[in-house]
């Protein structure tokens, strides 16, 4: 992630909550994909939503991390050779997201609506790798090694459905539930060898959230 844009993104949403102040937004996510190296991930997200009418938008930081500990298998009978590996390590996933909603139910106590987004995406691995080839004339070559990789900028987009219920507790703080669908795009820069190389692969995943919203809209006099 290109960290410029994180803080000049920290620095409009502060002017714009100054001068249009509409919803800050704290959650936490957990998300689950078809990869193995994204699966059960738990996080936190913070963001700034501007309301309109019928559609509201927002901006929002995540933060995802994850130990993870998984297989992969490739080969078969018809390539006549085979190649497995074994990791363990962690997992961390930052993202900035951008969202236009549209808001089909809109009463004093609940808002539902749907939505897309888009996002840039910050994946760091720091993995322990056992890699072992073999075919049906060699034995297995084994491979022990750490290997740190970052994927940076990477797009996502992705569809979701918003839930929020307004006024809990005080007129100010509503409860909200998303649950998004997504997809990022992390095709490497380069090729990175890792002794019989698995390389990380674009991802789909299922993403909820869960979450607090704070009205900061000024009274009117």
């Known amino acids: 992630m290109n960290f410029k ?3 000049f993104s920290i620095i409009l949403l502060f002017v714009s909550s100054a001068a249009l102040a509409q919803s800050l937004e704290l959650g ?3 998300a689950s994909s078809n990869v193995n190296y994204y699966k059960n991930v ?3 997200n913070i963001a700034y939503i501007q309301h309109f009418k019928k559609q509201f938008v927002f901006v929002q930081y995540k933060y995802a991390f994850k130990n993870n500990s ?3 298998f490739s080969g078969g009978l ?3 050779e085979y190649d497995a590996q074994k990791v363990d390590g962690t997992v961390i996933n930052q993202s900035i997201k951008l969202g236009l909603a549209q808001k089909l139910i809109n009463t004093s106590e609940l808002c539902l609506s749907l939505g897309a987004s888009g996002s840039l995406n910050y994946l760091t691995f720091d993995e322990d790798i056992i890699s072992i080839a073999f075919s049906e004339n060699r034995d ?3 491979y022990k090694y750490n290997k740190k990789e970052s994927f940076s900028n990477r797009l996502g987009f992705g569809g979701f459905v918003d839930m929020e219920l307004k006024q809990i507790l005080f007129k100010r703080l509503s409860l909200f539930s998303r649950v998004e669908a997504g997809y990022v795009s992390l095709v ?3 090729h990175i060898q890792r002794g019989l190389s698995f390389s990380k692969i674009d991802f789909s995943s299922v993403e909820f959230m869960f979450g607090m919203r ?3 809209k000024k009274e009117a006099n």
């Open 140 to 142: 297995g070559l084994l």
């Open 214 to 216: 704070f009205d900061l």
């Open 78 to 80: 018809n390539l006549g």
């Open 42 to 44: 738990f996080g936190g």
């Open 28 to 30: 936490a996510n957990f």
């Open 5 to 7: 844009h994180f803080y």
């Open 188 to 190: 490497p820069t380069k």
């Open 70 to 72: 998984y297989s992969n």
